[in-house]
């Protein structure tokens, strides 16, 4: 079955631009997670969904980033006025019922790249 | 300090010979996962466990809860085993990843 997708694989913007990344989960998948990933360093935590709502927002860096899951499945990132320290790959990842334990599955990621 | 460290950081490897990378946490956790990332960012899951020892082919973790710490060893280690692996760490409902270990396995 198709696993988690992410669009664009790639995305260069400007400094001071807005980007908005997207997510596809796997089917039925009620969870979702969005990381940050910069070069040499593991994922970070940003957000994470439990059906539309976030669960948790904790890892969100500051009021520039958002995200939102209107219908409860496919997921969008947002950044506004973007800064060269944004740039990282973003990592977008869903479990089947959002629970400590169950399995996390990732997507490719997105590539940002900042100028 | 990292909440979650590996070691080592960067690992190479003659084909076939054993490997160990380990993992330890200085949190409580449910469950630990090891994930593989390829060039180009790809995260593939390898093992999730929470207690014991869990085997995959030439992959066999394992985990010690009362010790915090997780090991992952690949026998008869080959070229395509080379990657980065982290180990991850599930604490309360979200993941908490270690620095990764970079792998090359050389022919």
């Known amino acids: 079955g198709a696993g988690v997708s992410q669009t664009p694989s790639n995305k260069v913007t400007e400094k001071g631009k807005y980007v908005e990344l997207r997510c596809d989960p796997i089917?039925?998948?009620?969870?979702l997670y969005w990381y940050r990933q910069s070069l040499g360093q593991g994922p970070e935590f940003l957000i994470y969904?439990?059906?539309?709502?976030?669960?948790?927002d904790s890892g969100l860096p500051n009021d520039r980033f958002f995200a939102v899951r209107p219908e409860g499945s496919v997921s969008t990132l947002k950044i506004q006025r973007t800064e060269r320290g944004d740039s990282a790959v973003y990592l977008c990842?869903?479990?089947?019922?959002?629970?400590?334990?169950?399995?996390?599955?990732f997507g490719p990621g997105t590539r940002l790249t900042v100028l | 300090k990292n909440e979650v460290e590996q070691s080592p950081q960067n690992l190479t490897a003659q084909e076939g010979e054993f490997i160990t990378i380990n993992c330890s946490y200085s949190?409580?956790?449910?469950?630990l996962h090891w994930l593989q990332q390829h060039p180009g960012g790809g995260i593939v899951s390898l093992f999730m466990?929470?207690?014991g020892k869990k085997k995959h082919g030439r992959l066999i973790a394992t985990i010690n809860i009362q010790e915090k710490h997780s090991s992952l060893h690949i026998t008869a280690s080959h070229p395509r085993d080379s990657a980065v692996y982290i180990c991850?760490?599930?604490?309360?409902?979200?993941?908490?990843f270690g620095t990764g270990t970079r792998l090359q396995v050389f022919p």
């Open positions: 990842a869903s479990s089947e019922f959002g629970r400590a334990v169950n399995e996390q599955f």
């Open positions: 089917s039925g998948h009620t969870a």
């Open positions: 969904f439990q059906g539309t709502g976030a669960a948790d």
């Open positions: 949190v409580g956790i449910s469950a």
């Open positions: 466990l929470s207690s």
């Open positions: 991850a760490v599930y604490n309360t409902d979200k993941l908490i």
